[in-house]
C-alpha cells in the first residue's frame, strides 16, 4: 500500500470566474512538495480543499489516508495549516495563542515552542495586533511548528519576508525532514525557496496542473541551448524543445525534455552549440507557463 | 472528544468578548437597580432595559459571528479539528451565553418583583415569560440568519425585521383571551393555552436552530 | 554535527552538483578521510537546508564515480580505495584544463601559445599558489 500523505484525484471545482480542472497530485509521506503558480493559478483553492475548507465538486481528495472533506477531522488532527491570508486574534498575545493550541491539542511541545521563540526572535507576551508582518507570519508558523504535526500544509509561508525571516522559516523547515515521517505542502511563488527545499514539484496555472515530478529529475529536463546559427541555416524543430528565441545568428533554444542527442542534432544542421546551461526554476516556471499557455490556445 | 474542542471555542469567544460580557452585565445590573425605583422610573427602566437588550442582540452576532470573517481568523479556527457544523454549534453556545445574562437578569428580576413587590399581580407570571420569550426568538432568528448569511447585510435586514416586529408579537398575545384573561389574578395559573404558547416559542428556537445547522451543514464553500 | 558547505543560488549549476563537488573537495583536501563515515542523506539534507533528493542524488553520483560506498542500513562513507585523493585531485586539474582550453580557444589562442602561458604560470613564485598538495 502506497504511503501517500496527500493524494488528489481528478478534483475539479467551479467558481464563477475560474474553474479547477481535474486535479491530480500525489506527496508520498516524507516528502516536501512545492506548489508552484501564478497569482489566481490555484494554489489556494487547491489547499482549501485537502484541508477540507472547500469541498470539491467532483474527484477524491485523501489526506494522510483520511478522505475529505467527510473526514476532515480526523485529519486536521494532524495536520498543521497556515495560509497568508490567515491572521490570529489582534487583541490577543503570542502566549495566548500558544495556550490555545496547546488545550486543543495534545502533541504541543512547549520545549520547541520556547526554541522556536528564540529563534525567531518573537516575545510571547507581545499582541499580535504589535507585530509586523513577517512576526505574524513567524508566529502563525511556530504555532503550527511547536505541535508537531505529521502534515504541514502552509499557503505562501514565506510571501512577503525579508531575507532573514525567509531563512528562519526555510530552517525550520528543512529540520521537519529529519523525520521521515513528516511532511509538508508549501506554495510559493517563491522559486528559489521551492527549488531549494522540494523533494517534488508540481506547477499548476489556470485551474490546471502543468507538471508534477521529482525536483532533480523535472530540473534535469530543462536546458538552455545557445546557439550560433550561420546565415542561411534554417533550425528545425526538434522534439523536447519547446522554444526558439532568435535574433540575427545567435538563438536560444529551451528544451523541456533534454538529451544529450538534441545537441548533436543542431550540430548536425549546421549550427553551432555554444553553451548549454541548466535552468534556473524561475526561468523554467515562466517558460513552462507561457510554453502551456500557448498550447491551449492552440 | 471534539466537545472538548467546542468548549474551547466558546471560552475563546468569551474571552475576546470580555468587554460586551461587561457591558451586558452591568445592563443587567442597572437593570436591577432602576427597577428598585416605583413608579415610572421602574417603567422606564424597564423599557430602556429591553431596548438595551435589542441593541445587544444586534450587535452581537456582529462581534462574535462576522468578526471571525472580517478579521479573517476563520481559516485559523477552521484548521483546527472542527466541522463547520460544531463551529456554528460553539458560535450558537457562545453567543447565546453572551444574550442570557441579561436576559436572565431581566426575567429573574422581573419574577423577583412580582413576588416581592407585586409589582403586578402574580397572575401575569405566565404572561410575562411569554413575553420574555420574545427577544429570545428574535435575538436567536438574528443570530441564526447572521451565521447562515455570513454578511453585515443579513444582520442588518434581520435586526430591523425583528426589532420591528415586537409589537406585533405582543399585540397579537394580547388578543388570546385565556392569556390575557389571567393577568389580574392574585395567583399564577397555568392553563392550557399558556402552556401550549410557551412551548411552540421553545418549539420556534429549536426549529431555528435545527434549521440553521442544517443550512451550516451543507455548505460547500466553507472559507 | 553541521556540515556547512555553501551552496550558492546564483552558481547556475544545479545543487547536487556543487554538493558533490564540496564533498570531492573535503576528501581531496584530506578533511574527509578513505574509509570515513559521512552523514546520512536526510541529516546532510537538514543540515545544508536542501530537499532529500537533492542529497540523494548527490550521493547517488558520488557512489557510481566510486567517490563513497553506501551499505543498506548502515549509512555512507568515503571509498576505501587507496589514491582517491590523488584521484580526486587529478579530476580537479582536468577539469581546470579543459576550462583553459576553452576559453584559450574563444580568445583565439593557438595550442602553442597556451603552452607557453602554462609554463610562465609554472614560473609563477609559489606563495602565490596557496596551499601545495
Known amino acids: 500500500m502506497t504511503d501517500l500523505a ?3 484525484s481528478g478534483v475539479s471545482k467551479k467558481y464563477r470566474y475560474f474553474t479547477l480542472d481535474k486535479i491530480d497530485l500525489e506527496l508520498p509521506r516524507g516528502q516536501i512538495m512545492g506548489l508552484i503558480g501564478a497569482n489566481g493559478a490555484g494554489k489556494s483553492t487547491t489547499i482549501r480543499i485537502l484541508m477540507g475548507l472547500v469541498h470539491q465538486d467532483s474527484g477524491e481528495a485523501r489526506v494522510l489516508g483520511h478522505r475529505m472533506p467527510a473526514e476532515q477531522v480526523a485529519a486536521k488532527w494532524d495536520i498543521g495549516f497556515a495560509s497568508e491570508d490567515m491572521r490570529l486574534y489582534d487583541s490577543m498575545t503570542l502566549a495566548w495563542h500558544m495556550n490555545f493550541i496547546r488545550s486543543i491539542y495534545s ?8 526554541l522556536l521563540l528564540k529563534r525567531f526572535g518573537l516575545r510571547a507576551d507581545q499582541t499580535i495586533k504589535g507585530l509586523s508582518h513577517g512576526q505574524r507570519v513567524k508566529s502563525a508558523l511556530l504555532l503550527v511548528l511547536a505541535r508537531k504535526p505529521k502534515l504541514l500544509v502552509l499557503d505562501e509561508p514565506t510571501t512577503g519576508l525579508d531575507p532573514v525571516a525567509r531563512h528562519e522559516i526555510l530552517r525550520e523547515l528543512t529540520d521537519v525532514m529529519a523525520d521521515e515521517g513528516r511532511s509538508i505542502l508549501f506554495s510559493s511563488h517563491n522559486t528559489q525557496d521551492v527549488e531549494q527545499i522540494s523533494d517534488r514539484i508540481t506547477f499548476i496555472d489556470r485551474g490546471r496542473i502543468i507538471d508534477s515530478m521529482d525536483k532533480e529529475a523535472y530540473l534535469d529536463r530543462w536546458r538552455r541551448l545557445r546557439l550560433e546559427v550561420p546565415s542561411g541555416i534554417d533550425l528545425p524543430a526538434l522534439p523536447g524543445i519547446i522554444g526558439v528565441q532568435q535574433r540575427g545568428r545567435l538563438a536560444v533554444a529551451t528544451a523541456n525534455a533534454f538529451v544529450p542527442d538534441l545537441a548533436n542534432a543542431y550540430e548536425r544542421t549546421g549550427a553551432r552549440v555554444q553553451h548549454i546551461e541548466h535552468m534556473t526554476l524561475e526561468e523554467i516556471f515562466v517558460a513552462n507557463v507561457e510554453h502551456s499557455r500557448e498550447e491551449v490556445k492552440a | 472528544m471534539n466537545r472538548s474542542i467546542i468548549g474551547q471555542l466558546v471560552l475563546k469567544d468569551w474571552r475576546l468578548n470580555r468587554v460586551l460580557i461587561s457591558l ?3 445592563i443587567g445590573l442597572v437593570a436591577l437597580l432602576v427597577t428598585q425605583f416605583g413608579g415610572l422610573a421602574r417603567l422606564i427602566g424597564i423599557v430602556w432595559f429591553f431596548v438595551a437588550l435589542c441593541i445587544l442582540g444586534s450587535m452581537l452576532p456582529g462581534s462574535v459571528i462576522l468578526n471571525e470573517r472580517k478579521k479573517q481568523t476563520l481559516a485559523f479556527i477552521m484548521s483546527l479539528p472542527v466541522t463547520s457544523v460544531q463551529y456554528s454549534i460553539a458560535k450558537m453556545l457562545s453567543i447565546w451565553g ?9 426575567l429573574i428580576s422581573a419574577l423577583v418583583l412580582i413576588e416581592t413587590r407585586h409589582v403586578v399581580p402574580q397572575g401575569a407570571v405566565p404572561m410575562v415569560l411569554i413575553l420574555a420569550m420574545l427577544p429570545l426568538i428574535g ?20 435586526s430591523i425585521v425583528v426589532n420591528s416586529s415586537y409589537w406585533l408579537g405582543w399585540f397579537l398575545l394580547a388578543r388570546i383571551p385565556s392569556l390575557s384573561a389571567n393577568w389580574n389574578r392574585p395567583a399564577a395559573v397555568w392553563n392550557s393555552t399558556e402552556i401550549i404558547v410557551l412551548c411552540s416559542e421553545l418549539g420556534a428556537i429549536a426549529f431555528i436552530v435545527a434549521v440553521t445547522l442544517f443550512l451550516q451543514s451543507r455548505k460547500r464553500d466553507f472559507i | 554535527m553541521l556540515y556547512s558547505f555553501t551552496l550558492s543560488q546564483t552558481d547556475k549549476r544545479p545543487m547536487y552538483l556543487q554538493i558533490m563537488e564540496q564533498i570531492k573537495q573535503r576528501i581531496a583536501v584530506g578533511d574527509w578521510v578513505e574509509g570515513q563515515p559521512i552523514p546520512s542523506i536526510r541529516q546532510l539534507a537538514v543540515d545544508l537546508q536542501v530537499s532529500v533528493i537533492t542529497v540523494k542524488r548527490a550521493y547517488y553520483e558520488l557512489e557510481r564515480e566510486g567517490i563513497i560506498v553506501t551499505h543498506h542500513g548502515k549509512g555512507s562513507r568515503v571509498s576505501a580505495t587507496t589514491g582517491l585523493r590523488a584521484r580526486l585531485r587529478e579530476q580537479e586539474l582536468q577539469q581546470h584544463l579543459e576550462r583553459a582550453t576553452r576559453i584559450a580557444a574563444e580568445l583565439g589562442m593557438s595550442p602553442e601559445e597556451l603552452e607557453d602561458r602554462l609554463q610562465e ?13
Not at chain 2, 453572551?98 to 431581566?106: D, I, M
Not at chain 2, 447572521?146 to 443579513?154: A, F, H, K, P, R
Not at chain 3, 604560470?121 to 598538495?133: I, M, W
Open chain 1, 6 to 8: 496527500i493524494q488528489l
Open chain 1, 107 to 114: 502533541g504541543w511541545d512547549a520545549a520547541h515552542a520556547q
Open chain 2, 24 to 26: 451586558t452585565l452591568a
Open chain 2, 98 to 106: 453572551l444574550f442570557l445574562v441579561p436576559w436572565l437578569t431581566l
Open chain 2, 139 to 158: 435575538f436567536c432568528l438574528i443570530s441564526s440568519t447572521t451565521l447562515v448569511g455570513e454578511s453585515e447585510g443579513w444582520l442588518v435586514a434581520a
Open chain 3, 121 to 133: 604560470a609554472g614560473n609563477q613564485p609559489a606563495k602565490k599558489k596557496g596551499e601545495l598538495v
